[in-house]
Nanobody, 119 residues
Framework: QVQLVESGGGLVQAGGSLRLSCAAS????????MGWYRQAPGKQRELVAA???????NYVDSVKGRFTISRDNAKNMVYLQMNSLKPEDTAVYYC?????????????WGQGTQVIVSS
């Protein structure tokens, strides 16, 4: 069993910053890609940022230059530094990880953390 637990969400004014963290625990041999997704009310879940085990990252266009994804492989953690937040960044943010336990990688999800950006 693998668990992902997010933290760091909250209420912030436009232009402010938040740092999300996600910790993976359980039976973990390795973790391939890790990523952050978000889902706003009435919208589909979208990939915000992803990072490979080697550190290569990619971002959705709307957050480029404002968000930074990073990871600590030794601690099985992934982070999302969010700067210059906008009201349209308001959403529930989910952590995702491709976790290798005993065989093929399995996609694991956290429970989500709410981010609210006020104008």
């Amino acid at each position: 069993q693998v668990q992902l637990v997010e933290s760091g969400g909250g209420l912030v004014q436009a232009g402010g910053s938040l740092r999300l963290s996600c910790a993976a625990s359980g039976i973990i041999f390795s973790i391939n890609n890790m990523g952050w997704y978000r889902q706003a009310p009435g919208k589909q879940r979208e990939l915000v940022a992803a990072i490979s085990s080697g550190g290569s990252s990619n971002y959705v266009d709307s957050v480029k230059g404002r968000f930074t994804i990073s990871r600590d492989n030794a601690k099985n953690m992934v982070y999302l530094q969010m700067n210059s937040l906008k009201p349209e960044d308001t959403a529930v943010y989910y952590c995702n990880a491709q976790v290798v336990t005993t065989g093929v990688p399995l996609s694991s999800w956290g429970q989500g953390t709410q981010v609210i950006v006020s104008s």
